[in-house]
């Protein structure tokens, strides 16, 4: 069974402190790892997708990259306007369905 | 370019009542799904729509339906509905089947009181 793990659960950090979130995987077979943002009453905002490992990919502040095992959201110097709940999802040979992690919460303060 | 459109955005209802959530997909996008979100599970897929068929399916009950109209939007039916039932309901949009990005609507707040 395709498994996400997100860690940590939440993470606070001041800002201008960069630092990493980390997405663990089990799929049968990937098909793309996608990284999603969500604010409070929101629905999630798609950030990158990943098809394959070694594959990069930048947007401002965040840099998503993925391996064969994990992908990992670095931060770099974080605004508080950063904040937001970063969601990843894997979809897998299995069929078309994104199966999602339960999120890393992010607090950035001034 | 307008986004996923999703209505109403808060909805209130009584245990046994049924309720309808509908969704209008980005202009082009074929393909709409639907999730679950609640604290305790996360996001979890309903169904998946493509040319008016539901092509897959998630765990949930059969009190949980959807469909699909020629026009791309869709609508979820939830009957009999469970304090349970009580979540953020999601719909994404895709231009196509499989793992092009989807893009999701701002959801649909339902109580069930």
């Known amino acids: 069974e395709d498994q996400v793990t997100q860690s940590p659960e939440a993470l606070r950090l001041q800002e201008g402190e960069s630092s990493s979130l980390n997405c663990s995987y089990t799929?049968?077979?990937?098909?793309?790892l996608f990284w999603y943002r969500q604010d409070p009453g929101k629905g999630p905002e798609f950030l990158f997708t990943?098809?394959?490992a070694g594959e990069e990919k930048e947007k401002e502040r965040l840099k998503a990259t993925l391996t064969k095992k994990e992908s990992f959201l670095h931060i770099t110097a974080p605004k508080p306007e950063d904040s937001a709940t970063y969601l990843c999802?894997?979809?897998?040979?299995?069929?078309?369905?994104?199966?999602f992690g339960k999120g890393t919460s992010l607090l950035v303060t001034p | 370019k307008a986004g996923v459109t999703q209505t109403p955005r808060y909805l209130i209802k009584t245990r046994g009542q049924q309720v309808t959530l509908s969704c209008s997909p980005i202009?082009?996008?074929?393909?709409v799904s639907w999730y679950q979100q609640t604290p305790g599970q996360g996001l979890q897929f309903l169904f998946e729509?493509?040319?008016?068929?539901?092509?897959n399916k998630g765990n949930f009950p059969g009190r949980f339906s959807g469909r699909q109209f020629s026009n791309s939007r869709s609508e979820m039916n939830v009957s009999t509905l469970e304090l349970g039932d009580s979540a953020l309901y999601l719909c994404?949009?895709?231009?196509?089947?499989?793992?092009?990005?989807?893009?999701f609507g701002q959801g649909t707040r339902l109580t069930v009181v």
């Open positions: 994404a949009s895709s231009l196509h089947r499989g793992l092009t990005e989807a893009f």
């Open positions: 799929v049968s077979g990937l098909r793309g």
């Open positions: 990943l098809y394959s």
């Open positions: 999802a894997v979809g897998s040979n299995s069929g078309y369905a994104l199966n």
């Open positions: 202009s082009g996008h074929r393909s």
């Open positions: 729509y493509f040319s008016e068929t539901q092509r």
